[in-house]
């Protein structure tokens, strides 16, 4: 790996060591996390530990660079042979040195041996002419032949941009440089939290897990820079979610795609990997083969009752980052609270924007007894009181909601919006309030299970089997936002009337139409784009929903004091 961000290779591994006996020795360290370690030690420590990966440009260009010799070919010959001859891809490793390797090839010359390493990039613009963490690697390459009786006196590094290859010499100084380098990851492997971000590095532009590591961000957070943050983080990820909507619709599999075949009407047809998750809703069916598929790009199925509400969801495997999970678990009581009040003022402060913003009669008593409301959650000394607080405000704030409506919306009186009710929803407004919170989870129960949470272990809404108890404290500051501002555009703009909505008794549900004319909006919502109000560069609401779980997971795992809401101005 070089150190030049555009010049990175792909690379990938597994954990640390030390001279133990084998029943307690930790898992062998791969020379290519070593490489990751020399480069940023941050970056090795979201790989190695937390098991984090994802692709970009230069990963998938290293990759295809490392086809050829990955696949296992020669004989190594003895270190006492005479003939010349070449192996690829052979793997070594030292219970000694605690490493393992697998060397994309050995050049042998009788007792000689050279390992070649390849990368995707070009030579370096240094004296030497590669970057340390690939001069390391290939010293490790090296260190290993040595130990398995080879002598080896330089290594090379082949650069596929410029079909070149540079030499190595194994210098004591690069080698005492490899070795301290090792123990260094091994021990930064068993710390409790991830080394810092770098700062202001020019190697976090081109990094495959820069929307993870948040460089920028957490240091603002930190204090450790003070300028606005570089907009590092993509716009959004290319992947959407399939909505699965309408009686005897089906989702199977066909080669590399999915075909969504309602009970009538065309098929569509959808490649899996521009699935991000699949909501189904009702009486709808995945085929094995489509679940197979889905579950093993990691890619949730969240199942919903014909109204929305939330079923379950299936996933794969959950992801490896067992520790942020362990400490969601044992979070002290003083801290779920303190997390509690920012979801709970958040949210009373986003409520009272949006009625500032769009109430057409006038309200300060209501504007002022939300202020007041939100005053009073900071020193809340419990949950039960902070939900009391909660509740109060939503009771102030949907006496108004009717005021941010046309007064000429075309219901009749008894469908018109009189306050909150559900369970079921009694008018077009709480229908679509329920329906919406409900897709507004499921999003954020999806996002906290691919960061690493148990989406059903919150910190404010009390447990209960199937309730997915950390979306919905997720979800608390942006109903205002997302939800309740999809709502008033539909009834505002006549998106939705009276045709969309049937009663069932006392119930006033969505028709299948309108529920999809809904999922439309509310992804419109989520693709709107708004400057940061801490940051200040521009990203969308649905990159805003997975960096606000990504800043909790921080301030769970140790790394930020305290998560700080997103709130609009």
């Known amino acids: 790996m070089s150190d030049d961000p555009s010049e990175r290779a792909a690379s990938l591994g597994n954990q640390p060591p030390e001279l133990l006996s084998a029943e307690s020795a930790p898992p062998l360290l791969p020379a290519r996390m070593v490489n990751e370690f020399a480069y940023c030690p941050r970056l090795f420590y979201l790989e190695w530990v937390r098991g984090l990966w994802a692709e970009n440009t230069f990963t998938i260009e290293g990759s295809d660079v490392h086809h050829r010799v990955d696949t296992p070919a020669g004989i190594a010959p003895t270190p006492d042979a005479s003939a010349k001859s070449v192996t690829r891809g052979m793997e070594l490793s030292s219970e000694r040195l605690g490493v393992v390797a697998k060397i994309d090839l050995v050049e042998y010359d009788g007792q000689l041996a050279r390992p070649v390493d390849y990368k995707r990039g070009r030579p370096a613009p240094v004296e030497g002419r590669v970057w340390e963490p690939e001069r390391v690697q290939v010293c490790l390459q090296g260190l290993l032949l040595r130990e398995a009786g080879y002598t080896v006196r330089e290594g090379a590094i082949y650069f596929a941009a410029t079909n070149e290859r540079v030499i190595v010499p194994f210098t004591p100084e690069l080698e005492a440089r490899t070795l301290e380098l090792i123990q260094q990851a091994r021990a930064t492997a068993l710390a409790p939290t991830a080394p810092p971000p770098l700062v202001d590095s ?60 309602p009970r009538e009407g065309e098929p569509v047809r959808i490649r899996c990997i521009d699935v991000s998750h699949v909501a189904a809703f009702g009486m709808v069916s995945v085929t094995t083969s489509a679940l197979q598929a889905l579950l093993a790009q990691g890619s949730p199925v969240v199942w919903l009752t014909r109204s929305g509400r939330f079923l379950g969801m299936a996933t794969g495997f959950p992801g490896k980052n067992i520790e942020l999970r362990r400490r969601q678990f044992t979070v002290p009581e003083s801290q779920r609270l303190a997390y509690a009040k920012e979801f709970v003022i958040t949210k009373i402060r986003n409520q009272r924007t949006l009625l500032r913003r769009n109430a057409r009669l006038p309200i300060e008593s209501a504007l002022n007894a939300l202020r007041e409301a939100a005053i009073r959650a900071q020193t809340a000394p419990s949950i039960d009181v902070l939900r009391g607080i909660e509740g109060f405000a939503a009771r102030i704030y949907f006496q108004c909601f009717s005021t941010m409506l046309r007064p000429d919306v075309p219901f009749s009186d008894s469908d018109l919006f009189r306050g909150r009710n559900r369970r079921p929803p009694r008018d077009p407004v709480n229908a679509l309030l329920s329906f919406l ?133």
């Open 202 to 261: 020019p190697k976090c532009p081109a990094c495959a897990l820069v929307s993870v590591c948040m460089p920028d961000e957490l240091n603002l957070l930190y204090h450790r820079r003070y300028n606005r943050p570089r907009t590092l983080i993509t716009r959004d990820p290319p992947a959407r979610p399939l909505y699965l909507v309408g009686h005897g619709t089906m989702l199977r599999k066909e080669g590399n795609h999915l075909v969504v075949q």
């Open 437 to 569: 919170y409900t897709l507004l989870t499921k999003d954020l129960g999806v996002q906290a299970h691919v960061v690493g949470f148990d989406p059903y272990e919150g910190f404010f809404h009390q447990l209960k089997f199937g309730r997915p108890a950390l979306a919905l404290d997720l979800a608390e500051e942006f109903r205002p936002l997302i939800a309740d501002s999809v709502v008033l555009t539909m009834m505002n703009t006549g998106e939705v009337g009276p045709t969309d909505f049937r009663r069932l008794g006392v119930a006033v549900v969505l028709t299948d139409d309108a529920r999809k004319k809904v999922v439309q909006a509310y992804e419109r919502r989520l693709e709107t784009e708004i400057r940061h109000p801490r940051f200040g560069y521009r990203l969308t609401y649905r990159r805003v929903l997975d960096l606000q779980v990504r800043l909790l997971a921080a301030t769970v795992l140790g790394e930020l004091t305290d998560y700080e809401g997103f709130e609009t101005r």
